[in-house]
């Protein structure tokens, strides 16, 4: 069974950073693409960012790229996203999700594994 949990979340000022970490267990990351969703009440989630197994390959949103850097270290099972210069549109639950599937994944509905998600908020 595989599982993510997601840490790092929290409240911060624009123009501040946050360091969002996810921790797979039962089964070894480096089989899993990864990437980071977020979603706001009343809005369908969003993909953030994607990472391929290896790292390799990666993908970013229009609205964070430049801001936001995803990484992964598979010798600890666990993938990162760094955002800095944070703007309050950024606010949002962020979530976390992995799936055996080559390179860089970016449709939600291809993640089989998720994460209870983080809630990241950016005050103006």
């Known amino acids: 069974q595989v599982q993510l949990v997601e840490s790092g979340g929290g409240l911060v000022q624009a123009g501040g950073s946050l360091r969002l970490s996810c921790v797979v267990s039962?089964?070894?990351?480096?089989?899993?693409?990864m990437a980071w969703f977020r979603q706001v009440p009343g809005k369908e989630r969003e993909v953030v960012s994607a990472i391929s197994q290896a790292g390799g390959t990666t993908y970013y949103a229009d609205s964070v790229k430049g801001r936001f850097t995803i990484s992964r270290d598979n010798s600890k099972n666990t993938g990162y996203l760094q955002m800095s210069s944070l703007e309050p549109e950024d606010t949002a639950v962020y979530y976390c999700a992995a799936d055996r599937r080559f390179g860089v994944v970016t449709t939600q509905d291809e993640y089989d594994y998720w994460g209870q998600g983080t809630q990241v908020t950016v005050s103006s």
């Open positions: 039962g089964h070894t990351s480096a089989l899993y693409a």
